[in-house]
C-alpha cells in the first residue's frame, strides 16, 4: 500500500491565485518555454484532468446547481483530485515529467475553507486523503486586486459565451474573493520555501518573464 505521507515532488509545480489572475495563460506560455528547454511536460488543471474530472468541473463552475453547498461543493473536489493524482499527475511524475497544474489542494483551502467557510481542519483531511499525500514542489502564486481580477475573469467569459457554464464562482460577491485571495496570501507566508508570490497585475510579458524564471531556478535548468 502506497504511503498516505506527504510527498514534494520537485517536478510537480502548481500555480494559484483568484480568478482573473492568469493561471491558464501563464501555464500555456511556460509550458511552451520548457518544451524549448528540452522538458517533457504535462499541463492540466483542476477541476479537470481527467474524463470525470471534466464532468466534475462542469457540474462545480457551472450555474446549473445554485443549490450546491458547500460541503458538497469539496466533496466533488475531492473525487476528481483523487481520480486527477492516481490517472494522470503521479504516473506523469513517475515517467520524468514535469507536471503543470492550474489549481491543487491550495485552492480547496483557499476557496472552500477561507471562502466557503469550512472547518479548515475537515478541509485539509480531505486534501490529505484525495491527494494521497502528494504535494507540489513550487506553487506560483499569481497575485492581483479582487476587482482587477473579477474585471478580467467575467469580461472572458461574456467573450467566450460561458457565463453560465463556468460562471458560477465569478457570480458570488467581492467579499468571499478577498476571503480567497487574504488566504492565499496567508499561505504564501507561512510557507515561503515552497510558494513565490508574483504580482499578476503587471503586463503579461512582465509576469511570464518572472515565472520562466521561477520555474527554471527551482529546476535548475
Request: aromatic share 4%; glycine share 10%; net charge neutral.
Amino acid at each position: 500500500m502506497r504511503s498516505r505521507a506527504r510527498e514534494g515532488f520537485p517536478t510537480f509545480i502548481t500555480l494559484e491565485g483568484i480568478e482573473g489572475s492568469g493561471k491558464t495563460t501563464q501555464i500555456r506560455n511556460l509550458s511552451r518555454e520548457l518544451r524549448g528547454l528540452g522538458l517533457s511536460v504535462l499541463e492540466t488543471r483542476e477541476p479537470g484532468g481527467t474524463r470525470l474530472g471534466e464532468a466534475i468541473r462542469s457540474l462545480v463552475l457551472g450555474t446549473d446547481f445554485q443549490e450546491m453547498t458547500p460541503l458538497a461543493e469539496l466533496l466533488l473536489i475531492g473525487a476528481c483530485r483523487a481520480q486527477h493524482v492516481h490517472e494522470l499527475i503521479r504516473p506523469a511524475l513517475e515517467m520524468g515529467k514535469v507536471v503543470l497544474c492550474d489549481r491543487f489542494s491550495d485552492a480547496t483551502l483557499a476557496y472552500q475553507g477561507y471562502g466557503r467557510g469550512l472547518s479548515l481542519e475537515e478541509v485539509r483531511k480531505v486534501n490529505e486523503i484525495s491527494s494521497c499525500g502528494l504535494a507540489p514542489g513550487l506553487t506560483i502564486l499569481l497575485d492581483c486586486p479582487v476587482e482587477l481580477g473579477l474585471n478580467r475573469s467575467r469580461g472572458r467569459l461574456m467573450r467566450e459565451g460561458k457565463s453560465k457554464s463556468e460562471g458560477r464562482f465569478e457570480s458570488l460577491d467581492t467579499a468571499f474573493h478577498e476571503r480567497v485571495r487574504e488566504a492565499y496570501l496567508r499561505m504564501a507566508r507561512e510557507d515561503e520555501r515552497r510558494f513565490r508570490v508574483i504580482d499578476a497585475s503587471r503586463p503579461l510579458e512582465l509576469v511570464s518573464e518572472d515565472v520562466l524564471n521561477c520555474v527554471r531556478q527551482h529546476l535548475g535548468v
